[in-house]
Structure formats: structure tokens, C-alpha cells
């Protein structure tokens, strides 16, 4: 049974994972670029961080797997637009709202309500900075 925290959580759709500062990541001609040093959250595994701002149209979630991967995705569940977490040891991804959608890491939908499946971004290493293809 959710925490009484957790269900006020889930019915404001607050996540775990919280914004990065905009001093740390830059948008330039449809690219992300993630200062990696600059950022603790992402260098250890299972850490997420999320963009939002700088002229991006919609919020990007970017983490680290447990296997050592970086992934992006647009972090706006299908559903109803809410907000996605990465779930550390489950190797999947949900959504923050009460109906918990829970997606791959392909972004294809696995449960939960509505239709359609997350938008993932390519992702690539580039001179210590991670650098997202929007
Ligand atoms: S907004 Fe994600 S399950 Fe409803």
C-alpha cells in the first residue's frame, strides 16, 4: 500500500527525479549537451536528472543504467502528459501520475492506462559531455 506522501505525490505528479541546472546543459541547433563532470546524478548508475527550459518544447529525461548506458527520453508520459521516472532494479520506466504507466527502454508501453509509448532520443559521447539529438 502507497504512503500517504506517495499517493499526494502521485495525484500532483511529482517525480523523484529533479531538474538539472541550467548552468550544466546547453541546447544547440536541435542538440543537448550534458557537462558530465558537472554532474553527480549522472555518474553513478541508476542517476536521472531532468532538462527543461532553454527553448526545449518539452521536457528531456536523461539517466544512467544500471548497466552503464545513458539514455534520453521525452519526458512526457502518452497518457496524460506527466512527468516519467526512471525505476532503479526494475529496469523501467514510470510514470509520476497515480496511473503509473510503466514503459522499456525502447519506450514502448508495458501497463497502465492510455495509449502510445514514450519518445526516445539518441544519445551519444562527445568530449566528456553527453550530447542528445532532440
Ligand atoms: S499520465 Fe501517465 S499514466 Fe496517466
Redesign the pocket.
Known amino acids: 500500500m502507497p504512503s500517504l506522501t506517495g499517493l499526494f505525490k502521485s495525484i500532483l505528479?511529482i517525480c523523484e527525479t529533479k531538474p538539472l541546472s541550467p548552468d550544466m546543459w546547453s541546447v544547440e541547433d536541435g542538440k543537448v549537451r550534458v557537462k558530465l563532470d558537472q554532474v553527480p546524478e549522472l555518474s553513478q548508475k541508476a542517476g536521472a536528472v531532468y532538462l527543461k527550459g532553454q527553448g526545449l518544447d518539452k521536457p528531456v529525461l536523461v539517466f544512467r543504467t544500471e548497466d552503464d548506458q545513458y539514455l534520453a527520453f521525452v519526458n512526457s508520459?502518452?497518457?496524460?502528459?506527466?512527468k516519467?521516472d526512471p525505476v532503479p532494479g526494475e529496469s523501467v520506466l514510470r510514470?509520476?501520475?497515480?496511473?503509473?504507466?510503466k514503459f522499456d527502454y525502447e519506450g514502448n508501453k508495458l501497463s497502465?492506462?492510455?495509449k502510445g509509448s514514450l519518445t526516445r532520443c539518441a544519445v551519444d559521447l562527445s568530449d566528456g559531455d553527453l550530447v542528445v539529438t532532440l
Open positions: 505528479g508520459c502518452p497518457h496524460g502528459k506527466r516519467i510514470c509520476c501520475s497515480v496511473g503509473h504507466s497502465g492506462p492510455g
